[in-house]
């Protein structure tokens, strides 16, 4: 059996290449509208003096809103004393999970490319690399479905702890009377929501490419070529 690399594009042509191809392409989406997120929300204070303060909240990936100070420092807020004063929230195992997945995924996607570009002749001549494909193709279908629900669940906390209500829970000043917190300028959260919508994106994608790596294997083969043709009688056995 010839092992050396012959390129053929052909595979980009049919379901089991050009689905690789897109999932190459839905995971750089799902973890580049992430990793690299930044945001910023403005709290105005309204003091029961008629005065106002502004407190600012800068957050970003991984979104351990645990460590980001609201008021840094002994400081003074509409006439109270504050300490320091961090957010609430931690939703970083669930992002880095949802970023990790994605990466295992592009970096999966760009071998099994090299694989059906270069060695196909290798992939079908052997029951190991359609069987171990489908395999892996199966399980990231469902890490997929895990990792996207927890970022979601992540992300919803994350909106939850930078709303009013959020903010207002968190500042000890905020629950006087005569003192009102609102956000008055929301980060973009576009495209968190984006990698989100990608994340469930890539679970449909890797489950219908799996149905397209089982046909290569040994096991659809058998399957089909177990069942008899049109026409075809059964002979019984001699007695």
């Known amino acids: ?31 580049g509208c992430c990793s690299g997120y930044s945001g910023k929300n403005i709290i105005s204070l309204f003091c029961g003096d008629g005065t106002n303060e502004t407190l600012i909240a800068n957050f970003h990936y991984p979104f351990r809103l645990s460590q980001v100070p609201l008021i840094e420092g002994n400081a003074t807020v509409c006439n109270h004393s504050v300490t320091t004063t961090h957010m609430v929230g931690d939703s970083a ?46 399980i990231l279908v469902f890490l997929w479905l895990v990792c996207s629900s927890a970022w979601a669940k992540g992300l919803q906390n994350v909106k939850d702890a930078t709303d009013t209500g959020g903010i207002s829970t968190t500042l000890e000043v905020c629950k006087g009377s ?6 008055t300028e929301f980060a973009s959260l576009r495209t968190l929501n984006i990698s989100v919508v990608f994340g469930y994106l890539n679970m449909f994608v890797w489950a219908g490419n799996a149905w397209f790596v089982y046909k290569e294997t040994r096991w659809h083969s058998q399957k089909f070529s177990s069942q008899p043709g049109p026409g075809r009688q059964q002979v019984p056995a001699p007695i």
Do not use: Q
């Open 1 to 31: 059996m010839m092992t050396g690399f012959r390129l053929n594009l052909s595979p980009l042509k049919e379901p089991l290449g050009f689905v690789k191809l897109v999932e190459w392409l839905t995971a750089i989406f799902a973890f």
């Open 93 to 138: 195992s669930s992002v880095e999970f949802f970023v990790g997945i994605a990466i295992v995924c592009f970096l999966y996607s760009m071998v099994a490319l090299l694989v059906y570009l270069g060695y196909m002749h290798v992939y079908k001549d052997s029951d190991f690399g359609p069987i171990f494909d489908f395999l892996i193709t199966a």
């Open 178 to 183: 005569n003192i009102t917190c609102e956000v």
